[in-house]
């Protein structure tokens, strides 16, 4: 890992296809908003505190800076779009349309496309895919126009669902609720053995459990989320480095340098250069 994984990645769109099941391990999180379109198959995406499942016609939104990992769950043909664009080029959006669609638009969560319109939405993405992948005059503008294209259609479908948690899988809640207390208490310095007691379950049960939902152990959850606190702090304030580790959770600044790095690939003092 290098400087490379950091560059600003201003607009760009991928399919992304595979055979059966997987787990991807890429980057937990990074600058830059993510929408997950599925065409083909099912999967399971962990954003922030939740998991989502999802099928054909189905979209992820994931923000900037927000923790996730995807589990594919189709033993069949898997073909997933992922859009990724900056923050700057939200606020050129918004900007263009004289209106605040990204700010509504950009928030965590699942949307499903209406069954009717999934066909015009898979000619819209296969539009911005060869737009950007052949490059002709003008694509860059045609790619920004057709993703707030895409923007304006998911704020109305956003808009027209009800979130409908009474449906929500027990296992699923319950993991949300862990996130959620580890993410409180982050700056303590919480055991696997004291959130276990606080959930009244064992130290193995809820490991594996966690696990299962998120894709990430209690302890790989519980860092990442430091990491990415730290993140802000780093580009955000006037903090020393000790101080940050301090803050956010960790006791020895070293393993927080360690962690940091092995996280983002670059080292506290280098990451904050980027601002």
């Known amino acids: 890992m290098d400087r490379k994984r950091h560059q600003t990645v201003e607009f760009k769109i991928l399919k992304e296809s595979r055979m059966g099941q997987a787990r991807e391990d890429s980057e937990r999180f990074h600058r830059y908003h993510e929408i997950y379109y599925i065409a083909e198959g099912k999967c399971s995406v962990f954003i922030g505190q939740r998991t989502y499942r999802l099928q054909t016609g189905d979209f992820a939104l994931i923000p900037a800076g927000t923790l996730h990992k995807t589990d594919f769950t189709s033993h069949g043909q898997n073909t997933k779009y992922v859009i990724s664009f900056s923050v700057n080029t939200a606020k050129q959006i918004d900007t263009f349309l004289e209106a605040e669609i990204t700010g509504a638009g950009i ?100 490991s594996r459990i966690f696990h299962q939902e998120t894709g990430f152990g209690v302890r790989e959850y519980l860092v990442h989320y430091r990491i990415r606190q730290a993140c802000d702090l780093l580009l955000n304030s006037d903090l020393s480095v000790t101080q940050i580790a301090d803050q956010c959770g960790f006791s020895d600044s070293n393993y927080f340098g360690d962690a940091f790095k092995k996280a983002t690939g670059l080292s506290p003092r280098d990451y904050r250069k980027l601002s």
């Open 107 to 206: 928030r965590a969560g699942k949307i499903k496309a209406p069954v009717q319109r999934q066909e015009a939405i898979l000619l819209l993405v296969n539009r911005m895919l060869y737009e950007f992948e052949n490059q002709p005059p003008l694509g860059k503008s045609l790619c920004l126009t057709l993703l707030a294209e895409l923007l304006i259609s998911l704020q109305r479908y956003r808009a027209g669902e009800e979130e409908n948690d009474g449906n929500e899988d027990p296992a699923h809640g319950r993991m949300r609720e862990v996130a959620s207390y580890l993410c409180e208490h982050a700056r303590e310095q919480i055991t696997l053995p004291e959130v276990a007691a606080h959930f009244a379950v064992s130290p193995s049960y809820l």
